[in-house]
């Protein structure tokens, strides 16, 4: 989007917090998160859900009536809400399926030594992973990029079957995740903070990529335990190796962002046309296996 194009307050509001230092918007995410996260009597509860949803014409055809009935506990439970069961069917004769909700912003090829340049963000892939080794194994494979609106669905889930082999917590800032901010900060993405699931399958080598944003009280790992807003970079290995599901969790955006699904050569796109609105388990790639 054209910087003429972005409203000022969006761009007054990228500017302020971009100019901020990095304990400030980090003190003011985890203020918000832990607001999110306290407990709330049931009416106040209903009465911020119910404005929330109409602020963001959030969906509640797919949530789990029992729990939208008994209320949620906190606003975070909420924004972190289970669908009921049959909400996200996987695309099963997919190669790949999408790991969440949101708008499929952009897919594209990464190059050796290249940047990623695509609706307002630049970096590497050996930036973004914090390993540029690493990255190496991506090279002639796509960088899939799903941003999430406040009104989506905020788990992220394996995209085919997999076996789970390292988690990585990159410390970094909690940057507004808009038009706005990329355009002042094109490399956001590789500067904010983020949670990493590697993957190997059988596909070859995958990276699911969860960038946190301003507001976002931490991200969570489904199937191992990790250090919420690490001051380095923290790699857990997962020895043996975590065997997945297509459509199991790997975690949840405690308010917040964007994915970035990192995949190595031999897949083809099936999405018709881009940027294009997505759901969990939607198919987005087939192919053989890399080689």
């Known amino acids: 989007m054209p910087d003429r194009a972005i409203p000022w307050r969006a761009r007054l509001a990228a500017a302020v917090i971009a100019s901020s230092p990095d304990w400030g918007a980090s003190a003011a995410s985890k203020a918000i998160g832990a607001a999110a996260r306290a407990r709330l009597p049931r009416r106040l509860s209903q009465a911020v859900v119910s404005a929330y949803v109409r602020y963001f014409d959030v969906d509640l055809q797919d949530v789990d009536e029992d729990s939208l009935g008994a209320g949620y506990p906190s606003f975070d439970a909420f924004f972190t ?30 190059e050796r030594g290249t940047t990623i340049a695509a609706k307002g963000h630049a970096y590497t892939i050996g930036e973004l992973l914090a390993d540029d080794a690493e990255a190496e194994r991506f090279v002639g494979g796509d960088a899939t990029t799903i941003y999430l609106h406040p009104r989506d669905y905020h788990r992220v889930h394996c995209p085919c079957d997999a076996v789970a082999r390292r988690v990585t917590t990159v410390p970094g800032r909690l940057l507004p995740v808009t038009d706005a901010a990329m355009a002042r900060e094109p490399m956001l993405f590789a500067r904010n903070e983020r949670l990493i699931h590697h ?9 699911v990529v969860m960038v946190a944003a301003f507001g976002v009280g931490h991200m969570s790992c489904a199937y191992r335990e990790v250090l919420v807003h690490p001051r380095q970079i923290q790699r857990v290995l997962c020895e043996p190796g975590i065997p997945l599901k297509m459509g199991d969790e790997l975690g ?28 969990m388990g939607q198919a987005l790639f087939e192919g053989s296996a890399a080689t």
């Not at 993957?199 to 990276?207: D, I, K, Q």
């Open 252 to 279: 949840v955006f405690h308010l917040g962002s964007t994915v970035v699904l990192l995949t190595q050569r031999g897949l083809r796109p099936v999405v018709p046309e881009l940027p294009i609105a997505v759901r």
């Open 199 to 207: 993957l190997e399958t059988p596909h070859g080598a995958m990276a």
């Open 81 to 110: 809400r289970r669908l009921r069961e049959g909400a996200r069917p996987v695309a099963d004769e997919a190669a790949v399926a999408a790991p969440s909700d949101g708008l499929l912003r952009s897919i594209d090829r990464i």
